[in-house]
């Protein structure tokens, strides 16, 4: 069956670096969604791409569509406090984009 | 924010007891999720709705049931809740988009939900 395999599982990195995540799948998706969760929170949708290939920019936050279609990344430029949380991918299953499958995240520290 | 509240917020039941949650939207989005989160789990679909009165299953759906009779309701029942279904519980909301993709989901706060 389709599976999102998220990496790396956390990271804690300081204040000012960059941070890049990926997702994996061994079936092809026609969707890659990208969302952050805070604690005590929803997630909150950060990028939709929706096109292989597709690299789109949201702030200091870009996220590409593998051109496989089995994978995307995101990358977080000049990391500061506030990007401290749970990063999910998440793509449609196929045959049913009213479903979507889900990565288990990546959890990100960040030290001031 | 889209505009999506769920209630309560928490909520602490005894075993074997019934129990609803509740997620409503002024969003007017014809799909709406319940999904479970819990730690190494990651999200987990339990049931879906694609418009008034149609629901389905998602991947973990036995023990509980939904219920949609207006565009702006969905509601979960625990119908004899248990230990296991102790979790964080979260609605979202989607909409077909100018791709014609529903996949775009938007989520609520969440419910802490403990069976004791």
């Known amino acids: 069956g389709q599976q999102l395999n998220q990496s790396p599982q956390s990271m804690f990195i300081q204040e000012g670096e960059d941070v890049s995540m990926n997702c994996t799948s061994s079936?092809?998706?026609?969707?890659w969604l990208w969302y952050k969760q805070d604690p005590g929170e929803g997630p909150v949708l950060l990028i939709a791409l929706y096109k292989a290939g597709e690299l789109t920019s949201n702030g200091r936050l870009t996220a590409q569509f593998g051109i496989t279609r089995k994978d995307s990344f995101l990358n977080i430029s000049a990391s500061i406090p506030s990007d401290v949380g749970i990063y999910f991918c998440?793509?449609?299953?196929?045959?049913?984009?009213?479903?979507?499958?889900w990565g288990l995240g990546t959890s990100l520290a960040v030290n001031p | 924010d889209a505009g999506i509240t769920q209630s309560p917020r928490h909520k602490v039941t005894e075993t074997g007891t019934p129990v609803t949650l509740r997620c409503h939207q002024t969003e007017n989005h014809r799909y709406m999720y319940w999904y479970r989160q819990d730690p190494g789990h990651g999200l987990r679909l339990i049931h879906y709705s694609y418009g008034v009165k149609d629901t389905d299953k998602g991947e973990v759906s036995d023990g509980y049931s939904v219920s949609r009779s207006k565009t702006e309701d969905f509601l979960l029942t625990l119908e004899s809740a248990t230990s296991s279904q102790t979790s964080v519980y979260f609605c979202a909301i989607s909409e077909t988009n100018s791709r014609a993709l529903n996949t775009e989901a938007f989520f609520g706060q969440g419910t802490r939900l403990t069976v004791v």
């Open positions: 079936s092809i998706f026609n969707t």
């Open positions: 998440a793509g449609p299953r196929a045959g049913n984009n009213r479903k979507l499958i």
